[in-house]
């Protein structure tokens, strides 16, 4: 079942500022929606009305094609997940599993079958009499969807469900949940402030800032063609400014002729994605300037080059190990950055 | 584990000085009555309605402290209210107030002419001089132990975990039946033991409001001390060996059945 976020406003105190302020935006039914956003951005207040467990001061909620706004959290059927697994410590990994059947009142020997199927969906068949402080952190977090998946949710809510797992684990269990969203196709609602992860396993992306909605759209939409430069630099870009100075658009060392309708004088702002810069250690043609290497991050298999331009300005360069082995990249090093393509902002934007 | 045979020891000599040591005496004491003086000594009508009075009345204000120290406890940790911190220390002063001065105090309100005997004489009630005046004294002695004991244990269950108990469909109701309850029932049960404890052993508060009178509102241990008054000293000390003998057993069986649930539940023992 789908989503529908109508024109939501919600305020905690009555004077206080909104902690979300006329979002809308619908996730699509069977489909992984992300909300990102750095934190305070009101990501997880928006799940928390559509959960139940706060109510909007303004506008309605719609799963499916019914307004919430007279439907309590226990009749929603939204399964909740949660950084730290909430899981009733009081209780077995099966009968964790079984609680939204058994408040229910279903029948013994259903939610006895129910609970195994999803046992072994959640790889934890054989450990059902286990206590939750038995289990490692995925595993719980693993409990977790189980008893979530178990009440066949219309829509299933996690709120930075892999924030607490090592990395490892991370990826293991935002795979496995793919392929179980898949599979089951229901509606999902990711909160997350880690932009790979929502740029990688969902279909619809909803990026918030300062409790509005900035942009909303497929995760290549928001990659390639963000509607500020904030949005992009939120994405991992590196964000030039500058001005309009005699009809070219000039960020630091970085210029362009200006589009017909710039001001002169006017602000511009030049982003560059990783993938937009190449680097170079001999100065050949085209867009070529010198900047100098102050900071290699390996992560992994991959680094982020930190380069300072001539002017000043900073930006990052995410490469292959292999590739900076080639080049032979050292910090405090000069090398010469090709420009391919950017996208220019002008002018001042409210996200 | 380094350090683990000067613990052990000095554990051993401290418990040995402080509780075995002067309850040997207590055993000792009592070998100077003959067997069937003893017995004639502890299963005195006398003593034997003491007993009844003394735990039952000690068993009533436990379980009244359980009930109202538990909503206390929630009350705190759950609701912003102005004045909290001021109600949060109240809870504390039946620790320090001396006994004497509660039982004092609370005689005053129960008289037939106290603040409140008065109305509930009216009612046909009477409080001060009966076994009702001896619970209300043993319940306010006991109140921080449960509220103290739940207090932690209710903090310490995440607001997410309710949620989603009421994602999966539960009521405020069953949350609290399934979850909460059973969470915070170790606990629960460490409170009302502590608060059971010191009812039992209680003096201080009770002899102003009972009345003292000989097989109706008079405790055990005020009937230690009156034939201690009266020089006998081994029947005071057999009644009291009864008392130990008892309370040990009773807590030694609460502590088994703590054990059981903590293990079930998961939950430390508080």
């Known amino acids: ?87 009733f410590q009081n209780m077995t990994v099966r009968d964790n599993i079984a609680f939204g059947l058994t408040v229910r009142k279903r029948d013994k020997a259903e939610i006895d ?199 000043g300005e900073s930006v990052s360069v995410d490469l292959p190990r292999s590739e900076v082995d080639a080049l032979a990249l050292a910090e405090g090093e000069q090398v010469f950055v090709d420009v391919s393509s950017a996208r220019i902002f002008y002018g001042e934007f409210d996200i | 584990m380094p350090g683990f045979r000067l613990t052990l020891i000095s554990t051993l000599v401290f418990v040995a000085l402080i509780v075995v040591l002067p309850l040997f005496g207590l055993f000792l004491k009592t070998t100077t009555l003959t067997f069937p003086q003893f017995i004639a000594a502890v299963t005195s009508p006398r003593a034997l309605l003491s007993y009844r009075l003394t735990f039952l009345s000690s068993f009533a204000a436990a379980s009244l402290n359980a009930v109202f120290g538990l909503l206390v406890a929630w009350v705190l940790v759950r609701y912003e209210f102005p004045g909290r911190s001021l109600v949060d220390a109240l809870v504390d002063l039946p620790f320090a107030l001396p006994t004497a001065i509660a039982g004092l105090t609370l005689t005053a309100l129960y008289t037939k002419d106290g603040l409140f005997g008065k109305p509930l004489a009216a009612l046909g009630i009477q409080v001060a001089f009966t076994p009702l005046g001896i619970v209300v004294a043993l319940t306010f002695i006991g109140l921080p132990f449960v509220v103290r004991a739940v207090q932690p244990i209710l903090e310490s269950i995440e607001p997410e975990i309710e949620e989603a108990a009421m994602g999966l469909g539960a009521s405020r109701f069953q949350t609290f039946r399934y979850i909460i309850f059973p969470t915070v029932l170790p606990a629960l049960l460490t409170g009302f033991t502590l608060a059971f404890a010191r009812a039992i052993g209680e003096y201080g508060s009770i002899v102003f409001i009972s009345g003292n009178m000989p097989m109706k509102t008079e405790i055990t241990p005020l009937l230690i001390v009156t034939s201690l008054e009266q020089y006998d000293y081994a029947g005071a000390t057999a009644l009291a060996v009864v008392m130990l003998t008892v309370s040990f057993a009773l807590l030694l069986l609460v502590n088994l059945l703590q054990r059981k649930l903590a293990r079930v539940t998961g939950n430390a023992v508080a």
């Open chain 1, 113 to 311: 079958a129910r609970v195994e199927k999803l046992l072994s969906l959640v790889q934890l068949a054989g450990k059902g009499n286990r206590f939750p402080r038995e289990l490692s952190g995925g595993q719980r977090q693993r409990v977790a969807f189980a008893r979530a998946l178990a009440i066949d949710p219309k829509v299933l809510l996690l709120d930075e469900p892999f924030g607490a797992l090592d990395a490892r684990v991370r990826i293991e269990l935002r795979e496995w949940l793919e392929g179980v969203q898949k599979e089951m196709g229901v509606t999902t609602l990711l909160v997350t402030h880690d932009q790979e992860e929502a740029l990688e396993i969902s279909e619809h992306v909803v990026l918030m800032f300062d409790g509005r909605v900035a942009q909303a759209g497929s995760p290549g939409d928001l990659y390639d063609r963000p509607l500020s430069p904030e949005i992009a630099a939120f994405l991992g870009a590196s964000v030039l400014q500058g001005s309009v100075k005699n009809g070219q658009a000039q960020a630091g060392s970085f210029s362009v002729s200006a589009t017909g309708t710039a001001v002169e004088g006017e602000k511009v702002r030049a982003v560059l994605r990783s993938e937009d810069l190449k680097l170079t250690r001999s100065a050949t043609d085209g867009e070529v300037r010198a900047a100098f290497v102050r900071r290699l991050k390996v992560v992994g298999g991959r680094v982020k080059v930190s380069l300072d331009l001539p002017h």
């Open chain 1, 1 to 87: 079942m789908s989503v529908r976020v109508e024109r939501v406003t919600k305020r905690y105190s009555a004077a206080g500022t909104p902690a979300v302020a006329n979002v809308s935006f619908e996730a699509k039914a069977g489909a992984i929606t992300s909300i990102i956003g750095p934190s305070g951005a009101g990501k997880s207040t928006i799940l928390r009305l559509v959960a139940g467990l706060e109510l909007p001061d303004e506008g309605r909620v719609f799963i499916g094609e019914q307004d919430t706004s007279n439907v309590t959290i226990q009749s929603r059927g939204v399964g909740l997940v949660f950084q730290n697994y909430a899981l």
